[in-house]
Structures are given as structure tokens and as C-alpha cells.
């Protein structure tokens, strides 16, 4: 398992990126350490993805973003994670 930094890219208001990735492989407890500093907004804007899926994992401070590959696997989370939406009517 080796780390890649990404070029930095510049948008229009001259604000930089850069892009570091490194494969991780996933077991509970792990990276709870950087799942804390992210809720808790200590971290730029991190996110996982299954290469096998394609599936993001993307939290941030507020919550987390996941996207999936059909519309037949957001209703099956939606359905075994309904308690974790918000009253919004999209769940949002």
C-alpha cells in the first residue's frame, strides 16, 4: 500500500487543492481517530471509496454523503437507515 499526492489544482478564486490518496483497507475502530477530527471540522474535505463498488463514503462535519450506484440501493438504505434521515421530506 503506497500513498499518491494529486496535482493542486487552482479554481477561480485562486483556492488550492491537493489530493492525497492512499489505499486503505477497512476494520471498525480503525480510523475512528480521523472520523472524530472530521466531525468535529478539523480536517479538510475527506471521503472513501469501495473499488469494487464505486460507492463514496463522504463525511464532514454535519453528517455524512453517501453515494451509490442505483436508485435500487438508495431505497434499500433508505429502508434499513430511516431512522438516520432527517424530516425533510427528500431526507435531507
Excluded at 43 to 65: L, S
Aim: net charge negative; with cysteine.
Amino acid at each position: 500500500m503506497g500513498g499518491t499526492t494529486a496535482t493542486t489544482f487552482a479554481d477561480d478564486d485562486e483556492t488550492q487543492w491537493c489530493a492525497n490518496v492512499l489505499e486503505t483497507h477497512w476494520r471498525q475502530g480503525t480510523l475512528d481517530c480521523i472520523l472524530l477530527a472530521i466531525a468535529n471540522d478539523k480536517t479538510g474535505p475527506t471521503m472513501w471509496m469501495d473499488r469494487k463498488t464505486g460507492r463514496i463514503f463522504a463525511p464532514y462535519d454535519g453528517g455524512f454523503d453517501l453515494l451509490v450506484s442505483s436508485p435500487e440501493e438508495v431505497e434499500q438504505l433508505r429502508v434499513r437507515f430511516g431512522d438516520w434521515l432527517s424530516d425533510h421530506p427528500e431526507g435531507l
